[in-house]
């Protein structure tokens, strides 16, 4: 598709709960992030992929979150035991390949995640 | 590493000048500006490299200023469509990650 794709769009779960959050970048942008968005709060940096580089994984809050790329293309974000303070809007964005003239992010829909 | 923006809310009439600032602690290598209208995804407004270049497109521009590890977005002459919040975005190296501020909610009147 012409722009990233994130699933689902809306996610309702019990407390204590897995969940698997995915994201369908653009076809060969190279980076991808993970961020978080609370309520009217800001963009919370989650985890960066760049390449076959290791990830960035400096963001993630607890153990309970993980996150992978297979292939460096489609990249899924799991929450383990989910929590109430989880319930967010994850947004998922691909960054052209370095040395590209603008280094723009495009970022998908976003995902929102609300722990009952 | 997460950049000071200020101010933190911003409310114009129509046809006002604006001016959102941010800091970082550290050197820079690149700063990358935002708007996200509510409920909708942030889109991509423009990045500076080091070397204090100043940009711009329409009536939005921004400057970057290496040694004082600063950048200023201008907005000229609002327009309603300018509303929303803007986030900057540093970046410490090539291909390092890129770390936004915590927003500038930025309200224009008719």
């Known amino acids: 598709g012409a722009g990233v794709s994130q699933s689902p769009s809306n996610k309702v779960t019990e407390k204590g709960k897995d969940v698997e959050l995915r994201c369908d970048p653009i076809?060969?942008?190279?980076?991808l992030y993970w961020y978080r968005q609370s309520l009217g709060q800001g963009l919370e940096f989650l985890i960066y992929?760049?390449?076959?580089?290791?990830?960035?994984k400096s963001g993630l809050p607890s153990d309970r979150f993980s996150a992978e790329r297979t292939g460096g293309s489609v990249s899924t974000l799991t929450i383990q035991r989910t929590q109430q303070e989880d319930s967010a809007v994850y947004l998922c964005?691909?960054?052209?390949?370095?040395?590209?003239?603008?280094?723009?992010?495009?970022f998908g829909e976003g995902s929102r995640l609300t722990v009952l | 590493q997460q950049p000071v923006q200020s101010p933190q809310a911003v409310i114009l009439r129509e046809g006002e000048d604006a001016v959102i600032n941010c800091s970082s602690s550290?050197?820079?290598?690149?700063v990358h500006w935002y708007r996200q209208k509510h409920g909708e995804a942030p889109v991509f407004l423009m990045i500076l490299l080091k070397g204090g270049e100043q940009k711009g497109h329409d009536k939005i521009s921004a400057s970057f200023n290496e040694k004082k590890q600063q950048s200023s977005l201008y907005l000229t002459a609002s327009q309603l469509s300018y509303s929303g919040t803007y986030f900057c975005g540093l970046s410490l190296n090539r291909d390092d990650k890129i770390i936004f501020g915590k927003g500038t909610r930025l309200h224009i009147l008719p």
């Open positions: 550290k050197a820079l290598y690149s």
């Open positions: 076809s060969g942008h190279t980076a």
């Open positions: 992929f760049q390449g076959n580089s290791a990830p960035d």
């Open positions: 964005a691909a960054q052209e390949p370095s040395g590209s003239l603008t280094g723009e992010l495009f």
